[in-house]
Each structure stands twice: as structure tokens, then as C-alpha cells.
């Protein structure tokens, strides 16, 4: 007995371990002779999945032909591992194979079929393909599905030249289901598989289908998908970012979010961008969220116009934080946010716009900037409200410039109107770019319009005490500028000289005796000269 003859005797063996071994020796050595595919095709009837595993891929390796009758009721086994193998046995054989599977497709129920379908996307070629395209007509939505998904890999794996007999089986299926009326579950298959095909000339048929509102919902969603892939290395086109954005507005819910992760998965241009537009506002806030989304990971000067649109727009405030959300911190975003804040009136608009627009601020260009800050300036100068966001706006871009303008407009407004250029230098003195001349001139206009009460409670709360006192800790000739300051009167001299006597500081004493100089005969000398005298009592 040769050797060959020993190791197809082992599969008759008791023991499960010896079978296995044999059957994985005998297709390592792709053994020949007589009883060797016999041998192997009879320990798959054993019921051990294990032990058909090896069984069928040692025939797979010998020649599985003969033991075809075997292998075929494996296809359909509820092991995956041993359905797997089964299937890979089958393909083994060839071409050969294809008119046995095409004879069986025609009795074989809807588990068996799947089986078979598998077995010929495993076995490739033109004939399997062809074959397993043709009997997508006569199977049920399910199994027609499992036979596209089946087939990806060969696809993906083909070269040019089965592509496009690929292309062309699939076309004259779908061009036979259209004059017949085919059913739609194998019209979705079929065209499930041209997306496979990543082949762009297959964007005219896909359009067809995407487009067709009388074609079963089921085909229309298998078309919007298959875009993904035959554009997967190309930019879409215009017709079919149309559409898309038309199956987005679809009633159909489910084929609009198929539309919109579609158009989230191609490499869409700036152009996309305005046709974006309607779903960015789209009732489905849903829909809407997710071209807001895609937008901002667009990019671009036409997606963040549509942003910046869809901001000062909305009155709904997920729309407008979603808007937000996509344009934040984009440079070329800068423009179309700075003309929209310009010609924002509603203030809470205006928040918004330049809660998205501070952080870029410093990339406005200095027209804009100067009309924001003079639009800022305006209303401040009116004392309208409003002006806020406009003048953060122009202060985070220049501040520099912003505190020129506060301090000129307030020294203007001092002589018109002293209560708006209190406002106007309490702005500006909360700038880093305020100076203690600025501060200085606040504490005049604030003194200029106090009470000028001495009693204890009422100086505790008088503003333009506590910045003069500021400015002693910091070194500033409060002394000096209160003497020079020609909007001031004697009455003011003694009401700060009286409140810092009263803190035994130097200042006050100063200024008292300044009003003693000064006042001459008058009420207030009489009243300095007391107070002085207290002081030294």
C-alpha cells in the first residue's frame, strides 16, 4: 500500500483527530490517486464541523469536482465556517461549475440560493457573474441583496478589462427589468453592484434611478449610495449634487439622510455650498444640522457665506449655535461675519455674530474694521444702546485704534452733553489701553457731576473719589491736575480736599489751602480755613 493509500486510510478512522490529520496531510500534498476525493467526500457526511472544514478545503486542493453532490448541501449549513468552505470547494472547480449552479438555482429555496449566489462571487469570471447577475430577477429582495454584497470583493479585485464586462452585464439586466417591469429588489441589487464597480460611466444610470420618484424607494436609496463609490476619486458633478440636495428635501426621511451622508462623503466643491443653502434652513432641524455640519468641515468662502446667512437669519437659536458652531475660528469666514455684523440691528443677532467673530477679530480688513468702529461710535455718541458688540468687535481688531476714538469722542461730547462723555470714558477706562490721563479725566466729569455730600456714607460711594484715590497709589499728581483742571470749581477743590483730610492725607490739606488762596472772601475759603484749622487741632 503506498503511502498516499496509509493516509486515505486514517479517514476511516474511529478517532476525530486521526481524520482531521489526514485530511489536512492530503491537501498539503494535493494528493492524486484512487480513493483519495472518495475518502474525503465521505467524512462530510459526518456531521463534525470541524472535520468538514479541513475535508472541504483538502478537496478544494485535490480536485472537488466528484465530490460535488456532497459539497452542495454544505452550502446551506448553518455553520459559517463550514458554509465558508463550502463555498470556497465549489468555486474550486471552475467554470465548470456554473451551468451545475445555474440548473440547481432553479429549485433551490431562498437559503439555498444565498448559498449559491455566494458560491458564484466566490468563483468569479464572466460566466459566474453573468450568472449570478441574471438570477438576481428570479430571487427575493433579501437574497438578491446578500448576492451583491457577495459579489463586492470579486469586483474589487477584477482588472479593467471585467470591469467594464462587468458594467456591461449589469446594464443589459437593468435595461431587461425596466422593459418588464422587474421586481425592485434585484433592480436595487443590480444597481447596488454598478456602485461597486467605481466606474464613472456609470453616473448617467445612476442619475436615472436617483431621480426616478415613480421607482420604488428601495432602488432610489441604492443609487444615492452607489454615488459614494463611483465618485469616491472624483469631484460630483453638478447634476448630481442636485441631485442629491432634491432627495434631501424628500419626504421620505430615510432616503433624504441616504442623500445627505452621500453628498458628506464625496469631495464636494465650493459650488455645493449655495446649493446647500435651502437645507441649511430646512424645518428638519435633523437635515438641517447636518449640511450646517458639513459646511463648516467644507470650508470656503461660499460655505461660510451660507453660514453667516443662516446665523443672521434664523430666529430658531439651534439653527443659529449649530451656524455658529460650523463658521467659529475660520479665517475666511471673517468677511462675510464683519458685513453682517455692520448691518445687524437686532441686538441680539449682533451678540451672536460677534461671539463667533472676536476670536478671528484681528483678520478683518481696516475698512471694515474702521466702519464697525464707526458705527459703534455713532450710536455710542447718540446714547443708543446696541453699539456693544460693534465696538468688542473693533476693539479686539485695533484697540489701539478704539481707544484713540473713545478719547477724542469723549473729549467732543464733554462739551455738549458731560453724561454721555462719562460713558464713553468709563468705557474706555476699562481698556488695558487706557491711560491715568484718561483715568483722570473720568474722575473730573464724575466730580463735576457729584452731590458733593461730606457726610462719611455719601463720599463712600462717590466714584470720583475712589479713581483719584486709585491714582495716588499710583503716583499720578492728583494735586497738580486738580489745580489746572478748568472745569472745576473751588466747590470741587474743597469737597476733595475735605475728604482727604479726613484721611490724613497730604492731598487734602494741599487742596484745602488752595481754596484758601483762591477764595478769597468767599463761603467755601471760610469753610477751608475751618476745616484746616480742625486738622491741625
Given at each position: ?32 490517486g484512487p480513493g483519495v476525493v472518495e475518502g474525503l467526500a465521505a467524512t462530510l457526511e459526518s456531521g463534525v464541523p470541524l472535520l468538514q472544514v479541513h475535508a472541504l478545503d483538502a478537496l478544494a486542493r485535490v480536485g472537488a469536482k466528484k465530490a460535488l453532490p456532497q459539497i452542495f448541501p454544505l452550502l446551506s449549513q448553518h455553520d459559517d465556517d463550514v458554509r465558508r468552505a463550502a463555498t470556497r470547494a465549489v468555486a474550486s472547480v471552475g467554470e465548470e461549475v456554473v451551468p451545475i449552479i445555474k440548473e440547481k438555482m432553479g429549485s433551490a429555496g431562498p437559503e439555498e440560493r444565498r448559498a449559491l449566489d455566494a458560491a458564484l462571487a466566490e468563483l468569479g469570471g464572466k460566466d459566474a457573474f453573468s450568472a449570478l447577475i441574471k438570477g438576481l430577477a428570479s430571487s427575493d429582495a433579501e437574497a438578491a441583496k446578500a448576492a451583491a454584497l457577495a459579489v463586492r470583493q470579486q469586483i474589487k479585485n477584477a482588472d479593467g478589462n471585467k470591469r467594464r464586462s462587468y458594467l456591461a452585464e449589469v446594464e443589459r439586466f437593468l435595461d431587461a427589468q425596466k422593459k418588464k417591469a422587474g421586481a425592485a429588489g434585484a433592480i436595487a441589487a443590480a ?347
Open positions: 500500500m503506498s503511502e498516499v493509500g496509509k493516509i486515505v486510510g486514517l479517514l476511516k478512522s474511529d478517532a476525530i483527530e486521526k481524520k482531521i490529520a489526514a485530511a489536512i496531510v492530503l491537501g498539503e500534498l494535493k494528493a492524486k444597481v447596488k453592484i454598478l456602485g461597486y464597480l467605481e466606474d464613472e460611466k456609470t453616473i448617467p444610470t445612476l442619475l436615472a434611478y436617483a431621480n426616478d420618484e415613480k421607482a420604488d424607494p428601495s432602488v432610489r436609496q441604492e443609487a444615492i449610495i452607489a454615488f459614494r463609490f463611483a465618485l469616491s476619486k472624483d469631484k460630483p458633478s453638478a447634476k448630481v449634487v442636485d441631485t442629491l440636495v432634491k432627495a434631501a428635501e424628500a419626504p421620505d426621511r430615510t432616503l433624504a439622510q441616504t442623500a445627505l451622508h452621500t453628498l458628506g462623503s464625496l469631495q464636494v466643491s465650493d459650488d455645493t455650498a449655495k446649493r446647500l443653502e435651502k437645507i441649511a434652513l430646512h424645518p428638519d432641524f435633523a437635515r438641517a444640522s447636518f449640511v450646517l455640519d458639513l459646511l463648516g468641515r467644507m470650508g470656503g468662502a461660499a460655505a461660510s457665506s451660507v453660514l453667516t446667512k443662516v446665523l443672521v437669519s434664523t430666529a430658531d437659536r439651534r439653527y443659529a449655535e449649530a451656524a455658529a458652531n460650523g463658521i467659529a475660528g475660520k479665517e475666511e469666514a471673517v468677511p462675510a461675519l464683519a458685513k453682517a455684523l455692520l448691518e445687524a440691528t437686532n441686538p441680539d443677532r449682533a451678540w451672536v455674530l460677534a461671539k463667533v467673530l472676536r476670536p478671528t477679530a484681528k483678520k478683518i480688513a481696516p475698512a471694515l474694521r474702521k466702519q464697525l468702529l464707526e458705527e459703534a461710535l455713532d450710536r455710542l455718541g447718540k446714547g443708543e444702546r446696541n453699539y456693544e458688540a460693534h465696538l468688542d468687535v473693533a476693539r479686539d481688531a485695533d484697540p489701539d485704534a478704539v481707544a484713540d476714538a473713545l478719547r477724542a469722542l469723549a473729549g467732543r461730547l464733554r462739551k455738549k452733553d458731560e453724561n454721555k462723555a462719562r460713558v464713553v470714558l468709563s468705557i474706555l477706562c476699562k481698556m488695558d489701553r487706557a491711560t491715568n490721563d484718561d483715568r483722570y479725566a473720568l474722575a473730573s466729569l464724575e466730580l463735576s457731576l457729584s452731590n458733593r455730600d461730606t457726610r462719611p456714607a455719601s463720599r463712600a460711594g462717590d466714584e470720583s473719589l475712589r479713581i483719584l484715590g486709585a491714582l495716588l497709589r499710583q503716583g499720578f499728581d492728583v494735586a497738580k491736575s486738580l489745580k489746572k483742571d478748568r472745569a472745576l470749581e473751588l466747590d470741587h477743590l474743597y469737597y476733595v480736599g475735605f475728604h482727604f483730610t479726613e484721611l490724613n492725607h497730604p492731598l487734602g490739606e494741599e487742596l484745602l489751602e488752595e481754596v484758601v488762596k483762591k477764595g478769597g472772601r468767599a463761603k467755601v475759603a471760610k469753610m477751608a480755613k475751618n476745616k484746616l484749622a480742625l486738622a491741625e487741632a
